[in-house]
């Protein structure tokens, strides 16, 4: 937070007709304990918002995490709306893809595929049914590229960037894709839920769909293979 409020210092005073682009983060919701969720199968899924949670819902900030993403998220806007900065906040969902080099608090699926591939037991907090949308990283950079070639549309806005409902899936239902689909056993264990988690969250990109003509184009199941390429790449050499 402190970090980002010194970044826009700097800029609203030596290069205010500069272009922030700030990434946050759908952790800025919170836990949403009090959003009815619905069990299906192996997933949870939103009661009230089928189409994804909108930008205009509450924010709940739970973490230090949630807290620094956030006040930072919050300055950012501020700054454009005061000081007439040129700044815009993408709220982003779970990236994933070739390059991003997870741990087990950062980066699930690719997490997940890393243990697969190397046989590691895979500690799951809860029941597995938590959903999130997941957006491949090659339609996380077209959106950044589209936010500046968009910015006098988007200047001052805050932008949900994820999956959306049609790249919504389950920590079960990544495993069984990796088994099923690309023949990948996995060993689980499963622990106690974490504090602040989320059953169940889904971006609504319809704002960023309309401001910038942006959209996902990258399905699941060939970014899931995409990243299991790279992976198995490295390990060779």
Excluded at 194 to 208: F, L, M, N, P
Aim: hydrophobic share 40%; net charge positive.
């Amino acid at each position: 937070a402190v970090g980002t409020f010194n970044l826009l210092e700097v800029i609203r005073k030596e290069n205010p007709e500069a272009l922030m682009l700030f990434s946050s983060s759908m952790r800025v919701y919170g836990q949403m304990q009090n959003e009815p969720v619905v069990k299906s199968g192996r997933a949870y899924q939103l009661k009230n918002y089928p189409k994804g949670i909108p930008e205009n819902y509450p924010l709940n900030l739970h973490t230090p995490y949630s807290c620094s993403k956030g006040a930072a998220d919050q300055y950012v806007r501020d700054y454009s709306r005061v000081f007439g900065l040129r700044t815009v906040v993408f709220r982003q969902s779970c990236i994933y893809g070739p390059g991003q080099f997870a741990i087990e608090n950062h980066g699930w699926v690719n997490w997940f595929i890393a243990s697969a591939l190397a046989g590691r037991e895979i500690r799951i907090f809860g029941d597995g049914r938590q959903v999130r949308d997941i957006l491949f990283i090659d339609d996380l950079v077209d959106a950044y590229r589209k936010a500046v070639s968009s910015a006098s549309v988007i200047n001052g806005e805050i932008l949900n960037v994820g999956g959306g409902p049609e790249r919504a899936l389950s920590l079960r239902e990544l495993l069984q894709m990796l088994d099923s689909s690309f023949g990948i056993k996995t060993r689980v264990e499963y622990t106690s839920w974490r504090k602040g988690d989320t059953k169940a969250y889904i971006s609504d990109v319809s704002k960023a769909k309309r401001l910038m003509k942006w959209q996902p184009k990258t399905t699941i199941i060939h970014g899931v293979d995409a990243t299991l390429k790279w992976m198995n790449g490295i390990r060779i050499k």
